[in-house]
């Protein structure tokens, strides 16, 4: 129904900047909310960013003025610009597809996952 897949992550020191692309299949990713979700181990999954048919964005508190979130609706392409990357943000990172209910982002459908990971 709809495949979704990540690229873009690798190893980069601290104060580097990576940006990751989500390739998505299935025109009904057109019509939909998006987001970034990431997991380090032994951690929760935490939602990252997530951004709306219409370009608006929220951000979790600790990727806010450092990360940004954008779409293109044609090409169906999610994108995550990384800056001031920190060791903290050492994670796999995950592209989504689904609703905002209520004004909290609900991912669907899921990706398989980029490895970002930053040297102190």
């Known amino acids: 129904q709809v495949q979704l897949s990540e690229s873009g992550g690798g190893s980069v020191q601290t104060g580097g900047s990576l940006r990751l692309s989500c390739r998505a299949s299935?025109?009904?990713?057109?019509?939909?909310?998006a987001g970034w979700s990431r997991q380090a181990p032994g951690k929760e999954q935490e939602l990252v960013a997530s951004i709306d048919f219409g370009g608006t964005a929220n951000y979790a508190d600790s990727v806010k003025g450092r990360f940004t979130i954008s779409r293109d609706n044609v090409m169906n392409i999610l994108y995550l610009q990384m800056n001031s990357l920190k060791p903290e943000d050492t994670a796999v990172y995950y592209c989504?597809?689904?609703?905002?209910?209520?004004?909290?982002?609900?991912?669907?459908?899921w990706g398989q996952g980029t490895q970002v990971t930053v040297s102190s």
């Open positions: 989504s597809t689904g609703r905002y209910y209520q004004g909290t982002y609900y991912g669907g459908y």
């Open positions: 299935g025109n009904i990713v057109t019509i939909t909310d």
